[in-house]
């Protein structure tokens, strides 16, 4: 079978948010662009997910705070998992986020509120009103000459031509048809995380572990990770998949667990590692959220996601019947429950929630209960890379050519305990690494050898990896 070639200045693996970010920042740098994709369309994950998104604000006070809530959240996360803490790609987040929020808003997307999280030590996170924004705001870069998208094509391997990547060998997923695509200048690697890659998790996770459950799109399949790997890319923390009830932010805001016995066991919206354990120790790990119906239909695309289906009742009884659980102390849970929204009461006295249902709406007769499954949302091991989001590999060195942003890096991920992280940083990685990828030359050696510094990525970033600084990159 014949190969189709195609070539661009820069080309971009992934059209999530980092991948979308950097195709945006390298076309406005003046550079073609070929992105290519192995779903249907721009968004990737993020269009799936609750929307929300951590920013800091600018000021150094705002960003040490937001670097020690950081360390903080990779400290809890290292006494089990043992991982890399790259303080400036911590630092990189926390002065170049601020920018990441002008772009988006300017570009459509709308924020309703601040969101309160025990790991922020003050209110970073923003919900957007409508996920599916992200992929509307970036569709005019998109349409642009200088921008060309290969949807349904799956990348396979990097091109490595006298040292340096010069491109991907891809192939058509209708048809199989091979793809060469050829690269100028750079190549992006953005194609998201690897929690769907059940077979690349098993290399660093337990078998049980790596064939849990997964919420999102199938095209995390770490196929970036692989890639990457393979040309000699350092990967670090990639058995950092933190396990979570499987559930988006937005739907357990509005709703309450309970258990077996018909009693809610723990603070609902409280740090995702303690749902987990409040789970695991009810008995058989039976128990349920349950939301209003009216509220469930505005959510109903988040909750078709969830791993097992939803029962509808109009009534109470209906669903003790159903759940099999003990009618007078669900009844008595579910009055506690909207007597205290009713009050005036910031937090609630059983538990010490904060995070409440929009308007505190209380539960009515019509209800929705959702079995609660434990499995991943996201991964968090990835590539080292500098500041410029330029590949290190695995002596230390910067590998010509490569660059990666979002979840196929380690960086900022090693904090990920910190909700809003994920799809913030992508788009604030990718607008970084489209404009660093855009200025590669190829007629110059960047292979700059970083050995003579210990190999962590806090002390080779300060020992002489490139820096950017935010507002150079990309948009202003």
């Known amino acids: 079978m014949n190969s189709e070639l195609i070539s661009a200045d820069v080309v971009i693996i992934g059209a999530g948010p980092a991948g979308m970010a950097a195709a945006a920042s390298a076309s406005r740098a003046g550079a073609s662009v070929i992105v290519v994709e192995s779903g249907s369309r721009l968004g990737g994950n993020a269009v799936r997910s609750n929307g929300y998104l951590a920013f800091v604000d600018s000021d150094a006070a705002a960003r040490d705070a937001f670097v020690a809530d950081a360390r903080a959240a990779y400290r ?8 890399v803490w790259d303080e400036p790609a911590i630092r990189q987040f926390a002065a170049a986020s601020a920018t990441t929020y002008r772009i988006l808003t300017r570009r459509g997307v709308r924020f309703s509120r601040r969101v309160p999280r025990p790991e922020h030590s003050v209110d970073r996170i923003q919900a957007v009103v ?10 005019p870069d998109f349409a642009q000459t200088a921008v060309r998208t290969e949807f349904g094509v799956r990348a396979e391997r990097l091109i490595v031509e006298e040292g340096r990547i010069a491109g991907v060998i891809a192939h058509r997923i209708e048809g199989g048809m091979p793809l060469t695509v ?127 289906p939803p029962t509808r009742v109009t009534n109470v009884a209906e669903l003790v019947a159903i759940l099999q659980v003990p009618a007078e102390r669900l009844t008595a849970t579910i009055g506690e429950w909207n007597n205290f929204l009713a009050s005036t009461a910031i937090s609630d006295p059983q538990f010490g929630r904060t995070a409440l249902p929009q308007g505190r709406r209380a539960l009515g007769e019509h209800l929705l209960a959702v079995p609660m499954v434990e499995g991943v949302n996201i991964s968090c091991g990835g590539f080292r890379t500098t500041t410029r989001m330029q590949v290190i590999d695995v002596f230390g060195a910067m590998i010509p050519g490569l660059y990666a942003a979002g979840d196929t890096t380690a960086g900022l991920n090693a904090a990920a305990g910190m909700v809003g992280l994920h799809i913030s940083g992508a788009f604030t990685q990718g607008r970084i690494a489209g404009h660093a990828a855009a200025a590669a030359r190829p007629d110059i050696s960047d292979y700059g050898n970083l050995l003579a510094t210990p190999p962590t990525c806090t002390r080779l970033a300060t020992a002489g990896a490139d820096r950017v600084t935010p507002a150079s990159s990309g948009h202003r």
């Not at 809890?76 to 991982?83: P, V």
């Not at 603070?267 to 469930?296: H, I, K, M, N, S």
């Open 182 to 308: 050829r690269a100028r200048r750079a190549v992006v690697l953005a194609t998201g995380g690897y929690q769907a890659g059940h077979r690349l998790r098993a290399r660093y996770q337990s078998f049980a572990s790596a064939q849990s459950s997964y919420f999102g799109t199938p095209d995390c399949r770490g196929d970036g990770h692989v890639m990457g790997s393979i040309v000699g890319g350092d990967l670090v923390n990639m058995a950092y998949l933190p396990p979570t009830v499987l559930a988006a932010s937005t739907v357990v805001e509005n709703a309450i667990a309970v258990n077996s016995v018909g009693a809610r066991f723990h603070d609902e919206t409280g740090p995702f590692a303690d749902r987990v354990a409040a789970l695991r120790q009810q008995d058989q790990r039976r128990a349920w959220y349950l939301l209003d119906e009216q509220v469930a239909r505005s959510q109903a695309h988040l909750i078709e996601q969830m791993p097992q």
């Open 130 to 139: 409508d996920p599916v924004m992200f992929g509307r705001a970036y569709a």
């Open 76 to 83: 809890q996360a290292a006494d089990e998992y043992g991982l």
